[in-house]
């Protein structure tokens, strides 16, 4: 209930949800666009302000309360720039690591770690993800069940994962 | 880590392999999901890395020329996921374990035994007597039968061999020599050994020590 959230309780939801505002603001307008920073500090903004004047009523999650406002957002901002709006926003084409890699230095150490792995999850990572190849067509160049395809990526991150542990 | 239902999306949502709906939908999932956010965020970052670098990382890599299908074997095993496949090692490694702990008890186990330095696996004898320890020195030893046409040797100790004989019978007198060697007090061991007519070493007893107590 909007009384009831204090100062204290605002702050944690603006520290959990910042990360994943931004994150769909850069994915819906793409990171390389200098203006995300902006929108996302809008939508955080008006977060706050909707909470404290009661506006959130507590009849959705804050999640999904906090969605909606990204999302008629980024809607706004698209409409403004290209003055037309048929449907919801495109996504962007897949941006750079910088643009999710605030040290380039991690995504460095992830590359090595990429290179070093061993050759049957190094080829289910090039071709899904760098050859951008469907499950199935990944699962018939390499004679595996198209499950298998994704187990053995999963596989992967958790061995980068482990060879990242610091 | 916890899991969620959802994370199986995650690739086709990174990947832009979904319709508008999915996608809302799938967004609406992550902004109240913190197990499926941190692993977008960690899955969005290697695929970030792979599209950037993907030339350097995978320059040794010769794509698959042939396409194949899976196998039947492998179709099969596709049903079965890592956790069953985990369960039924753990299984298969208790009935293992089971199985070798009770095996001793279901079959007498074949004896070992050495001819100087090789090792022989044989038929055991039994010895009958003297297998405690006796009050006065003993003047036979005898054993079970180790089958027909069988030749014995019997080796008797103290510190050092002190007699041996050989006998087609399952038991011998010992001399009186020999009787005279042995004195109250001192522990002894006797042993008896098998041979075919062709003088292969078939059975071998345990070393069994007494003691003449008087």
């Known amino acids: 209930m909007i009384g009831s959230i204090t100062d204290i309780e605002l702050d944690e939801i603006i520290t959990k949800y910042r990360p994943i505002i931004t994150f769909k603001v850069k994915k819906s307008i793409g990171g390389q666009t200098p203006d995300w920073e902006d929108i996302a500090n809008e939508i955080i903004t008006n977060v706050i302000d909707k909470v404290k004047s009661g506006e959130f009523r507590g009849e959705s999650s804050i999640g999904t309360y906090i969605f ?4 008629r957002r980024i809607i706004d901002h698209i409409r403004g720039k290209s003055k ?8 962007d084409p897949f941006p750079q690591p910088h643009v999710y890699f605030e040290n380039k230095e991690k995504a460095e150490t992830l590359a090595n770690a990429i290179e070093s792995l061993k050759p049957k999850y190094k080829e289910i990572l090039y071709l899904y993800y760098y050859k951008d190849l469907s499950r199935e067509e990944v699962a018939q160049k390499l004679g ?4 298998r395809v994704s187990e053995r990526v999963n596989y992967a991150q958790k061995l980068l994962k482990k060879i990242l542990k610091p | 880590m916890k899991k969620c239902n959802n994370e199986s999306k995650i690739d086709d949502y990174l990947l832009n392999r979904m319709s508008e709906d999915e996608r809302e939908s799938f967004e609406i999932h992550y902004f109240t999901c913190p197990v499926c956010f941190k692993k ?9 890395v792979i599209k950037d670098k993907g030339s350097i990382i995978f320059k040794d890599i010769q794509e698959p020329r042939q396409e194949r299908k899976p196998s039947i074997f492998e179709s099969i095993t596709a049903l079965i996921s890592p956790k069953q496949w985990a369960v039924a090692a753990v299984s298969a490694a208790l009935i293992l374990v089971i199985a070798i702990g009770f095996a001793p008890n279901l ?3 074949s004896p070992q035994f050495f001819i100087n330095d090789d090792l022989v696996r044989g038929e055991s004898i039994t010895l009958i007597s003297p297998v405690i320890n006796i009050n006065s020195v003993p003047d036979q030893f005898t054993w079970k039968s180790s089958g027909k046409d069988v030749e014995y040797k019997i080796y008797i100790y103290n510190s050092h061999p002190l007699w041996t004989t050989t006998t087609k019978n399952t038991s011998i007198t010992l001399p009186e020599a020999v009787q005279a060697k ?9 042993q008896v050994k098998s041979f075919s007519p062709e003088g292969t070493l078939i059975a071998v007893s345990r070393k069994v020590q007494f003691q003449i107590t008087n």
Do not use: F
Request: without cysteine.
């Open chain 1, 68 to 71: 909606t406002i990204t999302k």
């Open chain 1, 84 to 91: 037309i709006l048929r449907h919801a926003p495109e996504v």
């Open chain 2, 182 to 190: 042995m004195v109250p007090g001192e522990k002894y061991s006797w």
């Open chain 1, 144 to 147: 595996i069940p198209p499950n």
């Open chain 2, 40 to 48: 977008i965020v960690e899955r969005n970052e290697l695929i970030s």
């Open chain 2, 107 to 109: 079959k007498k186990q």
